[in-house]
């Protein structure tokens, strides 16, 4: 059925894939209907996709250093973009940002502009760049820019600190997905998603990575739009919601009005079970001050670009060229997730709120809503409350509580979509957390197995053993993520913001300042790097422990501390110390030329 | 070298010029957020509205397309650009 070069064939490949899935998905449909219960379907969406993963998985071995750190840099732009929305998109986009903008509205929304326009510092400052540098992990480039191995090993320091803390909230995510889909108990089911994302990363390193990121993000995307093109035409709002619902949007401020935002007392309030919250802002209307806003955004955009999991991505490029067009690719591929996420809000939003609709459950009696079948499921799974603060025996906007990822997991169901659906969901926020952590835990393994390992300690090691040094890393940075997950200590660690905040803090500057300024030296970066990382951690502490923080910079924020410190410290410390070598300025010239062969000649 | 200085000058100077619209619609029109959101914006969503939901996220992902265009002419003219296609 293929014949020829894998990559030329790449297209008919994925359509095939696509086609099966969607077949799958009809399948499981007509399963529905002939009595399937919920859970043989959603144990089949879950186990199916999984199987695939590790098929693909398993097919992307090898044994080449080249394929293992960057797939060969074969990846066609289209595909790298595909490949790095789903890096980029983790179980935090797919399930609960729908959910952060259903409570908080347009503050929150400052993340859908930041996660997106950290990508144009990308194209513009880095990606081409270190590309022609031809480096395998961000800290090759770090090291070999300003050389010697300080700076080398803090940047791996960085990269660690930033990943791992992203990457133990994609883990538990995963787990989380598992546990529901499965009926397993938890602390297993972290250890399932464990396994099943190390059976796509460790045969064949990024090129294993590379190939299920683009079957994730099939699977993330089609799970994603069909429940909102679907829903949106079920409730009447339009048949293709982004264009539609300006109505729908100007229906909740109105009944907004109507309801009213009324505050509930503290007493009330902690008889609401833990992590589920009311509607307490407004839709559409600006509710967070200007710079509360672009602050976050910008702290977003510039973490965006020092995140080393997403810039790797760019390294599998064919050509400096290439890897421009990719990150487009790559926006564009991300933005069809991200514009679809206010639509299932608000349509979200308008079923429950709306009295005209039959889904509509504010100003029905408790009793009335108490005795619906979603909403048992989902208060018996702690996402879902009402509770008769006022005792007039009908539920108020200001008395109906929902955990933020009820909004993505819950909607097809109020909505009255087919159970199929809502098992569709669960594959497609599974490939989004399995994709991201594949792309982090690779990255601190190649990081440390590459950077640590191969440039600092044996630099001799023939390619097998350090391909087996960076598969027993993979293994033990996948377990030791997992069993901080299964901790559950979410709260504090799961905090997927930090980890742009930590990066920014770090490697912004000397990424940066590494292509742009070639007076930039090593003494600058690793001063850059060091203090940087310490001044963002410590107020980081400092807020958390009750510090007021200056500026308007919150703990989600402190990034914009962290970098300006780190921008401080290496133009000083460059300056007072002296110039680059004739060599390393000649390799700065020779990046800046997309033309010729790579900086670095890797072996 | 004098050639090279030169693509880099015109190099440079696309970088600013794509960083100042990022700027604009990333940073700088949210700073009128609440008297822009007065304004009916496309397909009938108030404007910040829209802005923060596909406006400037669509005008991010045209706007490195057109970078990447613009980069690839400059190299082309200097005779920097990779042999082959993408």
């Known amino acids: 059925m293929i014949k020829g070069n894998f990559i030329d064939n790449l297209p008919k490949v994925y359509g095939i894939y696509t086609g099966g899935f969607i077949g799958f998905i009809i399948l499981m449909a007509i399963g529905e209907q002939m009595g399937m219960s919920a859970k043989a379907i959603g144990i089949c969406f879950v186990g199916f996709t999984i199987f695939i993963y590790a098929l693909i998985g398993w097919l992307s071995r090898t044994a080449q250093a080249s394929n293992y750190y960057v797939a060969g840099r074969t990846v066609p732009t289209v595909f790298n973009g595909m490949a790095t929305a789903a890096d980029w998109m983790s179980g935090a986009s797919f399930v609960a940002m729908a959910g952060g903008i259903y409570f908080k509205g347009y503050g929150y929304m400052a993340l859908l502009v930041g996660w997106t326009g950290g990508y144009v510092l990308v194209a513009t400052l880095l990606a081409p760049y270190l590309r022609k540098f031809g480096c395998y992990t961000v800290p090759d480039f770090v090291g070999t820019r300003y050389g010697g191995n300080t700076a080398r090993l803090m940047a791996v320091i960085v990269l660690t600190v930033a990943s791992f803390t992203y990457v133990t909230a994609q883990i538990n995510a995963t787990g989380t997905i598992a546990a529901v889909a499965l009926d397993i108990p938890f602390q297993y089911a972290v250890y399932v998603g464990l396994v099943s994302i190390l059976l796509c990363s460790m045969l064949g390193g990024m090129r294993g990575v590379t190939w299920t990121q683009v079957a994730q993000y099939i699977v993330l995307i089609i799970a994603y739009l069909l429940p909102v093109f679907w829903i949106s035409n079920n409730i009447g709002a339009g048949f293709f919601p982004h264009f539609m619902l300006a109505d729908e949007v100007a229906r909740i401020g109105e009944l907004e009005q109507q309801f009213g935002f009324v505050k509930n007392s503290a007493a009330d309030l902690a008889t609401v079970p833990k992590g589920l919250a009311g509607i307490t802002k407004a839709h559409s209307e600006v509710n967070a001050t200007p710079w509360a806003f672009i602050s976050l955004a910008l702290a977003m955009m510039m973490g965006t670009a020092s995140l080393p999991h997403v810039m790797m991505r760019f390294f599998t490029t064919p050509s400096v060229k290439a890897a421009r067009k990719s990150v487009g690719w790559s926006v564009f591929f991300i933005f069809l997730l991200y514009s679809s996420a206010p639509m299932l809000a608000t349509l979200s939003k308008l079923a429950l709120i709306d009295p005209n609709l039959p889904t509509g459950i504010i100003g029905k009696s408790i009793a009335e809503v108490q005795a619906i079948d979603w909403y048992q499921n989902w208060n018996q799974a702690n996402l879902m409350f009402v509770s008769d603060f006022n005792g007039n025996g009908t539920v108020e906007l200001n008395e109906f509580f929902m955990g933020g990822k009820a909004v993505v997991l819950a909607t097809p169901e109020i909505a009255g979509l087919p159970y199929v659906i809502s098992g569709l969901v669960a594959a497609g926020g599974l490939a989004a957390a399995m994709s991201t952590a594949d792309g982090l835990i690779l990255a601190i393994a190649n990081a440390i197995s590459h950077d640590v390992y191969y440039k600092m300690v044996d630099p001799k090691a023939e390619t097998a053993k350090r391909l087996v040094v960076a598969r027993v890393l993979l293994v033990i940075i996948g377990f030791a993520g997992a069993t901080i997950a299964a901790m559950e200590i979410q709260g504090i660690l799961g905090s997927v913001i930090w980890a742009f905040d930590f990066a920014m803090s770090g490697l912004f500057w000397p990424l940066v300042l590494g292509v742009w300024w070639k007076r930039a030296n090593k003494e600058g970066a690793i001063a850059g790097m060091v203090l940087g990382l310490v001044s963002g951690f410590a107020y980081l502490v400092w807020v958390r422990s009750g510090g007021s923080g200056f500026l308007g910079i919150t703990q989600l924020t402190f990034g914009i501390f962290g970098s300006t410190v780190s921008l401080v410290a290496m133009v000083v410390v460059s300056l007072m110390t002296s110039e680059p070598s004739a060599a390393t300025q000649k390799m700065v010239d020779d990046s800046r030329v997309p033309a010729g062969t790579q900086v670095i000649s890797q072996k | ?86």
Not at chain 2, 11 to 31: D, K, P, Q
Not at chain 2, 40 to 51: D, M, N, R
Not at chain 2, 60 to 83: M, P
């Open chain 2, 1 to 86: 070298m004098a050639k090279n200085a030169q693509h880099w000058e015109k190099t440079r100077g696309l970088l600013f010029v794509t960083l100042a619209i990022w700027a604009v619609f990333s940073m700088g029109i949210f700073l009128f957020g609440a008297e822009m959101n007065e304004v009916t914006g496309p397909f009938g969503y108030p404007l910040t509205y829209w802005f923060t939901c596909q406006g400037s996220l669509a005008i991010f992902v045209i706007l490195i397309f057109w970078f990447a265009g613009r980069q690839e002419k400059i190299d082309e003219e200097f005779g920097f650009s990779e042999k082959g296609d993408d």
